[in-house]
């Protein structure tokens, strides 16, 4: 048998011969032993290399040396030697403690004396000899790609074509390497039935280049390959098992049956912890069906609590067989909750049992009632607002292990948040300087930040990469290469309400997954903390009140003397605390004053409350000062509570505004507006004598009474406005007429916090005169638009004042759309020549020069349209006889100019008549006057008959010769 060695590290003696007792017993040899605190080994000591090192924990509970440390010391003295710790008690903190520091195994004192630890002895060298192989399983990690047995790839995610693959998928598959690459994942997939019941999750049917189908579990995980989103895969053939898993599953069916309606959550796991199967009431639990529990494994779905390692755990399990304890579940809706775990190994080959059952409120319950028990007892002594919350901020950190906690509480006045107390790990600097940067910190009530979150939503608001989050805006205050959470929890004012009074916010440096269970502690805790921070805001308030107000607020004794006085009183009168303690409060009283006050301080302890009571009050240096005093008895009758507010300067104030408002009041009954005051009630306060003459209502009959049935009977759009001003406060103008009155008034409103102030001025005289000129106005339009000729008026700056409806079509019809009196549309329409044209029209006429110009406007129209007026320019006068404008009249002589054309037309013909008449006609006729006068001469023989002929046709061409005369002479006159 191969000798085995083990030291020994303990400082009680007794313990020590019963450790090397047991390990003779096992045939163990042993050195030295050790105490605990020793750190220092000789080098014979350390070449003897033990198998085992056994440490005595036993005590180290009370013991102020750091156990854990001297283990960590030696794991790394004897790196081979596999450490057992031996406790009387294995908590689960202390257990993951010892294991972190290099600690193989715990074993409770007693088994280690009674039972046979054989089995915790080789699987403590097993696990050292894995710890020792896991650096060089890590250097050969990139092996594991090309000399893996098992199929391995890499595929594009956006097309699934393979960009890498292993020689074991090319053997398995059949293909080359240059044939896979030009392969995507749907080409193993195939036609792969989607029916067959073994098909899941878990398991793919996938072809090889042959065609033979096998059945492939797929373990993947996205990547990035060469700067492309990918996926890794690794392929196992399980062809052999899911046969074999067909067979089991028939053989199981009544098992299942079993467990499936049980209220109990029951999973069974293979021995590796990977999920088979799962009851209903799994599916409730873990908040997640039966298909994806059976994709994941048991360390994907539950954390031991206290954070031990979860592979510790199960190698326990397999070790003794069983396991009972309490759990966190992690649910596909990242919701936490705790759960009892009881599990039993192999109830089949291979197959593990386990139970679970849902304790998350009994354990919240319990940590909830932990951090209040905290709460409370470190705020007993706390007596002002900012203590108070340090006290808490102090217990929520060290109870949750988080770096920083914030408390803001919310300025309504202001509408913001601000930072109201915040706690730092006193041992992490970046978080003491964060938080003495963060000191005076606002937020408002709509601006982004993180406290808003939960203000706006009043809900708790959970922030992973806190330092990238847009509603952050401290990044300046953190490390940018840490990575930062936080979480927000809303403090309502009472458990039941749903009225926030303020936030916490809780920062740590480390990256944490969203958890309930913690956000459900504190927010229960936050819960029940509005109620508090409320009082000790009262009672902080009421301390305050007393020691800073400005009013003199004193307790005094049955006997009249003062008992307690807040500083004020010395203050104002000049008197020490000892003085006034020695003083009643009535030998201060001004003699004058004495009996009125007497008589009221006899009702004060006769149980009456005395309200404002005047009287004049000594100072030390022997002046007197105004008082006004509350005092309240006390219910015992022991007591008397009195407050007295200085109103010396409010005296003299009021009487300076006595005398003001005498003034005002002859200031408002000589002015001739009428002016009537009413308050929030609409009571007439005043009604000045304008008020009484314009609306023949005299002030008796209405001052302090109810005004608005009289302003309804008055004007209801008098009443309605009146109205408006006082709710929208915000000061109304009314002109309307009195049909009672036959009046016309105008009216202004100004409401203030009193009430409204109202002036009225009688405008009758006003109002007819602008309706005669309005009239006047409508008259002018109505003239100027009954004619079809252009009018209008331009001011000095060449704008367009008036124009009536002809004038307005012709422009608009030059335009094309539509126009009013802005004719800037129509001004760009014209050439520059054009307008500079009409400024010189118009600069001459300002000029005072009245002038008239025919124009031809068919260049101005855009379709040629034929328009010529004539255009008279007169200039305007003001009162001084100052031009202020033009005053135009353009009447259209397009009709008459093409009628004179026409005229000029049928004169050029008559014209021609005339010469043709002149010409044409008369020469013929010359010719027969020639040959009458030729035989005349010739006095050759004519018979009577003849002669008489010749004479006939000479007197008729001569009458047609003055016709002809007569016909050109006309055609002459009309040229």
């Known amino acids: ?72 010391h030696l794991s790394h003295t ?3 030697s596999s450490i057992i710790i031996l406790c009387r008690i294995i908590d689960p903190t202390i ?57 391995m790839w890499v595929y594009n995610v956006e097309n699934g074509q393979f960009i890498k693959v292993n020689q074991a998928a090319c053997q398995k598959y059949g293909y080359t390497l240059k044939e896979f690459y030009q392969l995507s994942i749907q080409d193993l997939v195939g036609n792969s039935p989607t029916d067959s019941p073994l098909i899941s ?69 293979d021995s590796e912890g990977k999920i088979l199967e799962v009851n209903s009431a799994s599916e409730e639990l873990f908040n997640a069906s039966k298909t994806f529990l059976q994709n994941k494994s048991l360390a994907e779905i539950v954390k031991p609590e206290f954070n031990m390692p979860f592979d510790s755990l199960w190698e326990k399990f397999h070790a003794i067989g069983k396991h009972e304890g309490k759990i966190s579940l992690k649910s596909s809706h990242n919701d936490t909750k705790i759960a009892s775990w009881r599990a039993l190994a192999n109830i089949r080959e291979g197959i593990h049992l386990h139970i679970f059952n849902d304790v998350t409120e009994s354990e919240l319950k319990v940590r ?17 607002l900012k203590a108070t919350l340090n006290a808490i901020s102090n217990n929520i950190r060290l109870f949750t292990g988080w770096e920083n906690v914030e408390f803001w509480l919310p300025d309504s006045q202001n509408q913001l948040l601000f930072l109201a107390s915040s706690s730092a790990n006193p041992n992490n600097a970046q978080f003491v300087n964060f938080a003495e940067a963060s000191r005076h910190r606002t937020r408002g009530f709509t601006e982004k930040s993180i406290s808003n979150n939960s203000w706006i939503s009043k809900s708790a608001y959970w922030f992973n990469d806190l330092y990238h989050h847009e509603s952050f805006s401290r990044q300046e205050l953190l490390d940018p290469n840490l990575h930062y959470t936080a979480v927000s929890i809303p403090i309502f004012e009472s458990p039941n309400s749903d009225q926030i009074v303020g936030i916490i916010i809780l920062i740590t440096d480390q990256e944490v997954s969203y958890d309930s269970y913690l956000t459900g502690i504190l927010s229960k805790v936050a819960g029940g903390l509005g109620n508090l921070i409320e009082k000790v805001k009262a009672r902080e308030e009421l301390s305050n009140l007393f020691d800073y107000s400005a009013d003199l607020i004193c307790i005094a004794d049955k006997n009249g003397f003062l008992v307690k006085t807040n500083p004020a009183f010395s203050n104002v009168l000049g008197f020490s605390v000892e003085e006034l303690k020695s003083k009643r409060f009535t030998d201060l009283i001004h003699p004058d004053d004495l009996e009125t006050s007497a008589q009221q ?34 219910p015992n009758g022991k007591q008397v509570f009195v407050i007295g507010r200085d109103v010396t300067e409010l005296k003299a104030q009021t009487d300076l505004i006595l005398k003001n408002a005498e003034q005002t009041r002859n200031m408002l009954e000589s002015i001739t507006d009428g002016f009537i005051s009413v308050d929030k009630s609409w009571n007439v306060n005043y009604w000045n004598a304008s008020a009484e003459r314009i609306l023949g209502i005299e002030k008796e009959a209405v001052l302090n009474q ?47 916090n009193e009430g409204l102030s109202v ?79 009409w400024r010189a029209y118009y600069q001459r006429c300002m000029q005072g020069e009245p002038h008239s110009v025919i124009e031809d406007l068919a260049t101005y129209h855009p379709a040629g349209k034929r328009l010529r007026a004539i255009v008279n320019f007169n200039p305007i006068y003001d009162h001084q006889g100052n031009v202020t404008g033009v005053a135009c009249f353009a009447k259209d002589i397009s009709e008459l100019t093409q009628k004179m054309e026409t005229i000029d037309q049928q004169s050029n013909q008559l014209k021609e008549i005339a010469w043709f008449q002149s010409h044409a006609v008369r020469q013929p006729l010359a010719k027969i006057l020639g040959i009458v006068d030729f035989l005349e001469v010739t006095e050759a023989e004519l018979d009577q008959e003849t002669a008489q002929l010749l004479t006939d046709l000479k007197g008729s061409a001569q009458e047609l010769d003055d016709v002809v005369k007569t016909i050109v002479k006309k055609a002459q006159r009309n040229d």
């Open 78 to 80: 004897f790196g081979n």
């Open 368 to 384: 909830e009632n932990e951090l209040n028990s905290r709460i409370l007892s470190s705020i007993k002594d706390s007596f002002t």
């Open 201 to 269: 999750d878990q398991f793919v049917t996938h072809h090889t280049k042959s065609g033979q189908l096998i059945y492939v579990e797929l373990t993947s995980h996205p990547t990035i390959y060469k700067g492309t989103d990918a996926v890794l895969v690794l392929a196992h053939d399980v062809t052999a098992r899911v046969k074999a898993e067909q067979e089991k599953n028939v053989a199981s069916k009544q098992l299942f049956l079993i467990f499936e309606h049980s209220s109990d959550a029951i999973l069974l796991t």
């Open 95 to 151: 257990q993951r403690n010892f294991l972190q520091a290099g600690a193989q195994d715990c074993i409770l004192w007693n088994d280690f004396l009674q039972n046979d630890i054989e089995k915790n002895l080789f699987f403590a060298k097993e696990r050292q000899v894995l710890r020792s192989r896991f650096k060089k399983i890590a250097n050969d990690y990139k092996q594991l790609f090309d000399a893996n047995p098992l199929p």
């Open 1 to 72: 048998m191969i000798l085995r060695k083990a030291l020994t590290f303990s400082d009680n003696q007794e313990n020590i011969l019963q450790i090397e007792q047991k390990l003779r017993s096992m045939e163990i040899s042993t050195s030295e032993t050790f105490a605990l605190a020793d750190d220092i080994f000789s080098k014979t000591l350390i070449k003897s290399k033990p198998d085992f090192i056994f440490i005595d924990a036993s005590y180290f509970e009370t013991s102020e040396f750091n156990i854990f440390s001297q283990t960590d």
């Open 706 to 752: 109810n005004c608005l049935s009289l302003l309804q009977e008055l004007s209801p759009e008098l009443a309605t406005m009146f109205e408006e001003a006082s709710k929208k406060h915000t000061s109304l103008f009314l002109e309307t007429y009195l049909s009672q009155q036959n009046i016309w008034i105008e009216s202004t409103a100004y409401p203030s």
């Open 601 to 634: 301080i006899a009702k004060l302890y006769q149980g009456e409350i005395i309200q404002a009571h005047a009287n004049r009050y000594q100072t030390k240096a022997g002046t007197y000062r105004h008082f006004a005093w509350v005092a309240v008895p006390d």
């Open 759 to 837: 002036y009225i001025r009688d405008i009758t005289l006003a109002k007819e005169h602008s309706l005669a000129i309005a009239t006047m106005q409508k008259n002018l339009e109505a003239i100027i638009n009954a004619t079809t000729e252009l009018i209008w008026s331009v001011d000095k700056e060449y704008n367009l004042t008036i124009a009536n409806k002809a004038y307005v079509d012709m422009l608009s019809d030059l335009v094309g759309n539509p126009i009013n009196l802005d004719t800037s549309t129509a001004r760009e329409s014209l050439s520059e020549a054009v307008k500079a044209k």
